[in-house]
């Protein structure tokens, strides 16, 4: 007799996982869709808020079509604030971060991603990339569940998602591990939370 199959329990459930799947699909193609020239308008509403916080900052090296936070973490180094930047380890683990200076060496990573060849640091703050959002605070990443185990690591890091204002949507799936953020930035506004 074949064992039925039960997926683990730490995965979402079946119709979350294929609510979000569907989702993906969908805001991969706003993104693509967006007009990026009002990207830097992302930074400019998150500067503010990271002057506000001590600690190192841990900002996102693009992938080909996300907003580009590169013009943020050289900003961010010029005024003495540390930045780090997160390698990919294989799924199922947190992501690492190590310390990025201007002058550091990218070196490439797991699904295309970028890392620096600094040492491993731990960040006070977390900026989050979001392929998807509501107004509720709930987020969509690409499915490896990488953020959601960082930041369940990382219980007393601030958390801030951002998203260009594309990426909104009325309502996402809420999975048992999906983690909640502080606030939400677009170039729009800053949504907060709690
Ligand atoms: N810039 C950036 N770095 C990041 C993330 C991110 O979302 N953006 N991550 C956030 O967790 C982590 C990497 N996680 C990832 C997990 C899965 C895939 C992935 O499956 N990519 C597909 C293509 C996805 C698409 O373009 O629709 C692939 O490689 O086939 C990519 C990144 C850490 N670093
Ligand atoms: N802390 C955790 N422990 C165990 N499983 C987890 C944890 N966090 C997330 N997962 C599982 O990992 C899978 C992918 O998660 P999810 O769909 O939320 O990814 P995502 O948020 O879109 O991606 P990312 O976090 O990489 O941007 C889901 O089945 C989820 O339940």
């Not at 294929?18 to 805001?27: F, P």
């Not at 706003?30 to 020239?37: F, I, N, Q, T």
């Not at 998602?161 to 909104?168: K, R």
Request: proline share 13%; net charge neutral.
């Amino acid at each position: 007799m074949v064992a039925p199959h039960i997926p683990p329990p730490c995965n979402d459930p079946p119709d979350i996982a294929l609510r979000k799947k569907a989702l993906r699909v969908q805001c991969a193609a706003a993104l693509r869709a967006r007009d990026v020239e009002r990207d830097q308008g992302i930074i400019h509403q998150l500067e503010p808020l990271l002057r506000a916080h001590a600690g190192p900052i841990a900002c996102v090296w693009p992938l080909p079509h996300e907003v580009d936070l590169r013009p943020l973490c050289h900003t961010l180094a010029h005024t003495g604030i540390t930045v780090v930047l997160p390698q990919t380890p294989p799924r199922g683990a947190p992501l690492v971060f190590r310390q990025w200076h201007p002058d550091s060496t990218m070196l490439a990573g797991r699904f295309g991603t970028h890392y620096p060849d600094g040492p491993i640091m731990e960040p006070a703050l977390v900026l989050v990339p979001l392929l998807g959002f509501d107004r509720a605070g709930n987020r969509l990443g690409y499915g490896g569940g990488y953020y959601d185990r960082t930041l369940a690591a990382l219980p007393h890091a601030a958390r801030i998602g951002y998203a260009p204002s594309t990426q909104e949507v009325a309502h996402l799936p809420c999975g048992p591990h999906d983690q909640p953020l502080n606030c939400i930035v677009t170039e729009k506004e800053v949504i907060r939370f709690g």
